[in-house]
């Protein structure tokens, strides 16, 4: 049997969510209660892996998300991992060899048509090339570049990590691909893979952890506490990004839930401890987010 006072804090997470029926409520605007000059760096931000990868032909081996970009956004996540495919002088949206299905104006629709409408919210969008370009004429950076030339006021390409009043209604670059021209945004593509790691820009410190082939989901969950444990006390200028996503192999397959299921659950159990309340965390990517899991993050950074 579990103690009562194990759950006065999920009843109040919930109450805060939109009540302890289960039902939690959503959070489109929650920006709004951060002061101008607070930097992202110093933000818990609810954030998603493969933001897109909502397609899979196997169960449990390529989807990472349930909730479109759109319900994402409407629950409060502002870190969206995007992943494009050079493909005849554009990107579609993929996750490995999977195509998911849209195209990367559709994704800058999305986001635009949301910073529309709540003009007080930021997005970070980390943009990375995903598989082999096929009948291009352009580089990945041109293509980008295109995209952005239909928009440029929408995009801040900063190398610097922004304060939240300089980029209110805008798409915060975190560029995991290689690029010519400086600045164009925050660079990230030295990105390490499949480990914890740190990218000590001029302009930016990174501190990542995104070790994702995973043996035991105890070594994962140290991972990623470890990482938590460096945002609570380092200097607030470093973005921390810490990818709470993972696989096991199951029959010789990559398996999202049986990281998935384990690690969210011990998430919201850590982020709900009242011994971690206003605990900075950074960016935290998850898969199959829900509103439960944002509500926690916000928590930690709003009234």
Known sequence: MVA??????????????????GAPSDSPGWMASIADERALTELSIPGTHESASLHEPIPGAGQCQRLTLAEQLEAGVRYFDIRCRHLDNMFGIFHGPLDEQQTFDDVIATMSTFLDAHPTETVIMSIKEEGAADSTALTFEQVYASYVAKAPDRWYLGDAVPALGDVRGQIVLLRRFTALASPLG???????????????????????????????????????????????????????????????????LPNVPS???DIDTRLVDYLQDPANAHARTGVLAMDFVDSLQVRAVIALDTP
């Open 186 to 252: 925050i660079d990230a593509s030295a990105w390490a893979d499949d480990t914890t790691f740190t990218l000590d820009d001029p302009h930016a410190m990174l501190r990542v952890q995104d070790a994702y082939q995973v043996s035991a989901n105890d070594a994962k969950w140290d991972a990623i506490t470890a990482l938590l444990t460096e945002a609570r006390d380092a200097p607030l200028d470093t973005l921390f990004l810490n990818y709470t996503s993972g696989y096991q192999l199951r029959s010789g």
């Open 259 to 261: 990281v998935s299921t």
């Open 4 to 21: 009562v006072s194990r759950w006065i804090p999920l009843v109040a997470l919930l109450a805060a969510c939109g009540g302890a029926d």
